[in-house]
């Protein structure tokens, strides 16, 4: 146990090196690329109206996804009344979806408690 702890701890030693190493190089590069994205100059006015547009176009885009919630729960409820049809490969699909669900509901309430698995924190 000891020995993977060092191993671990080495190879985020190794991380953070290549991080401090390349990551200004990186940064730069990657403004660069985006630049078009990139408001000059900067100014409190202008990030309001753009944090404004984001929101209403966001609540813009709600009815749309409300239908497409109800063509879902519609196909659902179809799928449910014909269940005695489903292949085995789409209830293993399925079973997937509903594990996966599970193991991300469990991740975010251990992230929740801080990373402790028992309950207590640490």
Partial sequence: MASKLLQLQSKAT????????HGCAYYKQLLEKNQQFVQSPPSIEKCNELSK???YTRLASLPGRYESFWKE?????HLWKNRAEIKVEDAGIAALFGIELFAWFC????????????????
């Fill in 107 to 122: 991740v975010g309430e251990i992230a929740g408690r801080g990373f402790a698995i028992t309950g207590y924190p640490v």
């Fill in 14 to 21: 190794q991380a953070s090196q290549f991080v401090a190493k």
């Fill in 53 to 55: 547009q984001l929101f």
């Fill in 73 to 77: 729960l519609d196909t659902v409820k």
